[in-house]
Nanobody, 115 residues
């Protein structure tokens, strides 16, 4: 089992920045990839981006050039740096980890972009 705890959400004005963190614990060996997804009210969960164990990253088109995912393997933590935030980025953001054939999710952290 892998446990994931997100932090760093909050209220930010349009154009602002936030950095989310996700700390992994438990059976963290052989985690292949970690990433982020988000879900706005009434919408399906949307993948935001991911980073593999070798550092390869991928992003949704909606966040490319604005969001950056990074991973600190020594701290078992993945980060989501969000710049130039827009109201449509408002959602609950969930961290995930892929290990073997399993995907684990955190409890989510709310990000609200509003003036």
């Amino acid at each position: 089992q892998v446990q994931l705890v997100e932090s760093g959400g909050g209220l930010v004005q349009p154009g602002g920045t936030l950095r989310l963190s996700c700390a992994a614990s438990g059976s963290i060996f052989s985690i292949y990839a970690m990433g982020w997804a988000r879900q706005a009210p009434g919408n399906q969960r949307e993948l935001v981006g991911s980073v593999t164990s070798d550092g390869s990253t991928a992003y949704a088109d909606s966040v490319k050039s604005r969001f950056t995912i990074s991973r600190d393997n020594a701290k078992n933590t993945v980060y989501l740096q969000m710049n130039s935030l827009k109201p449509e980025d408002t959602a609950v953001y969930y961290c995930n980890a892929i290990q073997g054939g399993n995907i684990y999710w955190g409890q989510g952290t709310q990000v609200t972009v509003s003036s």
